[in-house]
T-cell receptor, first 115, second 112 residues
Framework: GAGVSQTPSNKVTEKGKYVELRCDPISGHTALYWYRQSLGQGPEFLIYFQGTGAADDSGLPNDRFFAVRPEGSVSTLKIQRTERGDSAMYLC?????????????FGQGTRLTVV | RKEVEQDPGPFNVPEGATVAFNCTYSNSASQSFFWYRQDCRKEPKLLMSVYSSGNEDGRFTAQLNRASQYISLLIRDSKLSDSATYLCVVTPGGGSQGNLIFGKGTKLSVKP
């Protein structure tokens, strides 16, 4: 299991509820990314971590979305007061360094459905 | 204007055909360029990086034109297994160095 692991693989929640999505990056990877992908669209950038800090959170759509990476490894994406429009595939990726030429490895995603 | 734009396709081609995809990006400070491949209901995977001098990997050739802010991917001798969505990816540079900005993807379907 050396790849990026995301849990759960599927999450169905009711409108207004709080959800947490977890990402376990490849061991030793310092960069971690969260993306959201809707059907027929490319992945939409949400937030990027270098180590423990959010290097760029400009993609978070509003203050209902928050992400942490307290120990520089596992990251959690948190969505408060979920809305039906939050339904999408949430993808996490990691890469080994801050070098922009290095490959980003993606997890298989968490499919979030808000009903 | 979107940061990364691609023709969504679909491109329907017969086996053995040569097909080319194009991508334009809006940020002239962009630093790194990639093509990713995404199979249906799967995660994106790196196909190849794109360098200023152009680069080739087997049947795949990628080109970058910084002056025109344009990236291309050429696939020769298409195989059925090449059917997928091809995503153009750019890192915006400057203060956002490290982000990966994706296009919507171009869907390729290779038919027997």
């Amino acid at each position: 299991g050396a790849g990026v692991s995301q849990t759960p693989s599927n999450k169905v929640t009711e409108k207004g509820k709080y959800v947490e999505l977890r990402c376990d990056p490849i061991s030793g990877h310092t960069a971690l990314y969260w993306y959201r992908q809707s059907l027929g669209q490319g992945p939409e950038f949400l937030i990027y971590f270098q180590g423990t800090g959010a290097a760029d959170d400009s993609g978070l759509p509003n203050d209902r979305f928050f992400a942490v990476r307290p120990e520089g490894s596992v990251s959690t994406l948190k969505i408060q007061r979920t809305e039906r429009g939050d339904s999408a595939m949430y993808l996490c990726a990691s890469s080994p360094s801050r070098d922009t030429h290095t490959e980003a490895f993606f997890g298989q995603g968490t499919r979030l459905t808000v009903v | 204007r979107k940061e990364v734009e691609q023709d969504p396709g679909p491109f329907n081609v017969p086996e053995g055909a040569t097909v080319a995809f194009n991508c334009t990006y809006s940020n002239s400070a962009s630093q790194s360029f990639f093509w990713y491949r995404q199979d249906c209901r799967k995660e994106p995977k790196l196909l190849m990086s794109v360098y200023s001098s152009g680069n080739e990997d087997g049947r795949f050739t990628a080109q970058l034109n910084r002056a025109s802010q344009y990236i291309s991917l050429l696939i020769r001798d298409s195989k059925l297994s090449d059917s997928a969505t091809y995503l153009c990816v750019v890192t915006p540079g400057g203060g956002s160095q490290g982000n990966l900005i994706f296009g919507k993807g171009t869907k390729l379907s290779v038919k027997p």
